[in-house]
């Protein structure tokens, strides 16, 4: 039998992408040219699975001194394996 080969690009993006945070606009700006470039590639590389991840704040050092709720990066890595596996192009791994 023949396989088939698939290909997943996954760009890891924030929910910082779809609405600006005022105190972190360059991240913001950043983030939403990560959304904008997920969009082309989508258009651009058919047959490939564009995958878009928007997370909330994610527990790790760089989200250290913001004080809210955040993901586990564990939490957030399983639900990227489990939408690639469905072949899911958005992803939304947290409750924000």
Do not use: C, W
Not at 7 to 15: K, L
């Amino acid at each position: 039998s023949q396989t088939t080969t698939k290909t997943a690009v996954i760009n890891i993006a924030s929910i910082a992408s779809l609405v600006n945070f005022p105190i972190a606009g360059t991240y913001s700006a950043s983030k939403a040219a990560v959304h904008s470039l997920t969009q082309a590639q989508r258009r651009d590389l058919p047959n490939t699975l564009v995958m878009g991840v928007y997370p909330g704040p994610i527990d790790t050092e760089m989200g250290a001194k913001i004080e809210m709720d955040k993901a586990s990066p564990r939490d957030v890595a399983q639900a990227i394996i489990t939408a690639l596996q469905k072949g899911q192009e958005d992803v939304f791994p947290d409750p924000m």
